[in-house]
């Protein structure tokens, strides 16, 4: 009798343990389109650390931060990413809500127009039209604050319209059926990539405000403390992850939500080009350089090799926020690629601190110039 009831125990013992349940969590993503700004929630959902905390993580696209803050009050969803204009409207509400955790540090709203637009300052939007992802962004209340803040009347002086996403978008630009848009800095890229250079106004007065966060209720911030708490967490190591490996980051992206992929482009394409500028990305440049040191050796000829930084660039986005630098950053890039004048000159966008990759050829197998 012993001995049967030790076989059971060892039996019991020796069956493996049911993995902990996954909690479905719906999170409001506050914009119709998943853009590569997704890039840190399919990094903690691909490489298994929200799986590993219990957690199924959904985004739900909405229309926008009012749109995304009116469904956290309503209960539709838990938890949301918006920007926290609206939540200071849904408190004056009588709303019990908090962002638990800044995701973007710098504000990445403004105002763009397209490249060549005669416009120059916030007030010279007297009379135009301005384009919204929805009447549900911040960028509504975004654009009627420095409206009124330059003077003109937010309600009369200009007209603010819905004119969509990415291709969307860059359509109402060119049919000139909007002057100017009031959206954020990944839509601005996607309007890019759609083959519409824009321009950013300056509006220093909000620039040094933080932008989007973790939104949810008082209540559910003490019911479902761990779920917050992992929910960001696996947000910010997506984040530090993205900043480290962008071109790892990529590819999850594209594996994760596959819609974030450029249209008219192939995977190897796509992973080249930087998603800011339009350059070439370091990981690329390194291919090239690679081939053509070889080439450069073999021939005897020499490669010239510009450096172009920009100062104080971490000052000016901790004055005048990210939007804003990232902006300069385009301007030098449009700038400095311009100035190309053969097929076989490029360029690219690295980091300043892994410059010194660039030059770490075997001795005596090529000489470089560097110019900076």
Same mark, same amino acid.
């Given at each position: 009798?012993?001995?049967?009831?030790?076989?059971?125990?060892?039996?019991?013992?020796?069956?493996?343990?049911?993995?902990?349940?996954?909690?479905?969590?719906?999170?409001?993503?506050?914009?119709?389109?998943?853009?590569?700004?997704?890039?840190?929630?399919?990094?903690?959902?691909?490489?298994?650390?929200?799986?590993?905390?219990?957690?199924?993580?959904?985004?739900?696209?909405?229309?926008?931060?009012?749109?995304?803050?009116?469904?956290?009050?309503?209960?539709?969803?838990?938890?949301?990413?918006?920007?926290?204009?609206?939540?200071? &409207?849904?408190?004056?509400?009588?709303?019990?809500?908090?962002?638990?955790?800044?995701?973007?540090?710098?504000?990445?709203?403004?105002?763009?127009?397209?490249?060549?637009?005669?416009?120059?300052?916030?007030?010279?939007?007297?009379?135009?039209? &301005?384009?919204?992802?929805?009447?549900?962004?911040?960028?509504?209340?975004?654009?009627?604050?420095?409206?009124?803040?330059?003077?003109?009347?937010?309600?009369?002086?200009?007209?603010?319209?819905?004119?969509?996403?990415?291709?969307?978008?860059?359509?109402?630009?060119?049919?000139?059926?909007?002057?100017?848009?009031?959206?954020?800095?990944?839509?601005?890229?996607?309007?890019?990539?759609?083959?519409?250079?824009?321009?950013?106004?300056?509006?220093?007065?909000?620039?040094?405000?933080?932008?989007?966060?973790?939104?949810?209720?008082?209540?559910?911030?003490?019911?479902?403390?761990?779920?917050?708490?992992?929910?960001?967490?696996?947000?910010?190591?997506?984040?530090?992850?993205?900043?480290?490996?962008?071109?790892?980051?990529?590819?999850?992206?594209?594996?994760?939500?596959?819609?974030?992929?450029?249209?008219?482009?192939?995977?190897?394409?796509?992973?080249?080009?930087?998603?800011?500028?339009?350059?070439?990305?370091?990981?690329?440049?390194?291919?090239?350089?690679?081939?053509?040191?070889?080439?450069?050796?073999?021939?005897?000829?020499?490669?010239?090799?510009?450096?172009?930084?920009?100062?104080?660039?971490?000052?000016?986005?901790?004055?005048?926020?990210?939007?804003?630098?990232?902006?300069?950053?385009?301007?030098?890039?449009?700038?400095?690629?311009?100035?190309?004048?053969?097929?076989?000159?490029?360029?690219?966008? &690295?980091?300043?601190?892994?410059?010194?990759?660039?030059?770490?050829?075997?001795?005596?197998?090529?000489? &470089?110039?560097?110019?900076?």
């Amino acid at each position: 009798m012993i001995r049967a009831l030790v076989a059971v125990l060892i039996a019991l013992i020796a069956l493996p343990t049911a993995a902990p349940a996954e909690t479905k969590l719906r999170v409001g993503w506050c914009a119709k389109t998943v853009s590569s700004a997704t890039a840190p929630f399919a990094i903690a959902t691909k490489l298994g650390w929200y799986k590993a905390a219990g957690l199924d993580v959904e985004l739900i696209p909405l229309a926008g931060s009012s749109a995304c803050t009116q469904a956290v009050a309503t209960r539709e969803v838990p938890f949301a990413l918006p920007s926290v204009e609206p939540l200071a &409207i849904a408190v004056h509400q009588g709303v019990k809500a908090k962002v638990y955790y800044t995701a973007y540090q710098g504000n990445i709203y403004g105002i763009a127009v397209p490249a060549e637009s005669p416009v120059r300052k916030i007030a010279d939007l007297k009379g135009k039209t &301005i384009g919204v992802i929805s009447m549900g962004s911040a960028g509504v209340p975004v654009a009627k604050a420095l409206v009124a803040t330059a003077g003109l009347n937010p309600e009369s002086d200009v007209t603010i319209v819905v004119a969509g996403e990415g291709a969307q978008t860059a359509a109402m630009l060119r049919s000139k059926h909007v002057d100017a848009l009031s959206q954020f800095d990944t839509q601005y890229a996607m309007v890019e990539n759609a083959g519409v250079r824009l321009r950013m106004l300056d509006t220093k007065e909000i620039d040094r405000y933080p932008a989007n966060g973790f939104l949810a209720l008082d209540e559910t911030l003490k019911n479902r403390r761990q779920d917050a708490v992992a929910l960001a967490k696996g947000y910010a190591m997506g984040t530090v992850f993205a900043i480290a490996n962008p071109e790892a980051a990529v590819r999850i992206l594209y594996e994760v939500f596959p819609q974030t992929k450029p249209t008219g482009k192939d995977e190897a394409m796509a992973i080249r080009d930087d998603r800011l500028t339009g350059l070439f990305t370091l990981a690329y440049l390194e291919e090239l350089l690679k081939r053509d040191w070889a080439v450069a050796h073999r021939e005897q000829r020499s490669i010239a090799v510009f450096a172009v930084d920009i100062d104080a660039l971490d000052l000016y986005n901790n004055t005048f926020g990210r939007g804003a630098g990232d902006s300069s950053i385009r301007r030098v890039a449009h700038v400095v690629s311009g100035c190309l004048r053969r097929s076989s000159d490029v360029t690219a966008r &690295i980091a300043i601190t892994k410059a010194e990759r660039l030059f770490s050829c075997p001795a005596n197998s090529l000489r &470089i110039q560097v110019v900076q």
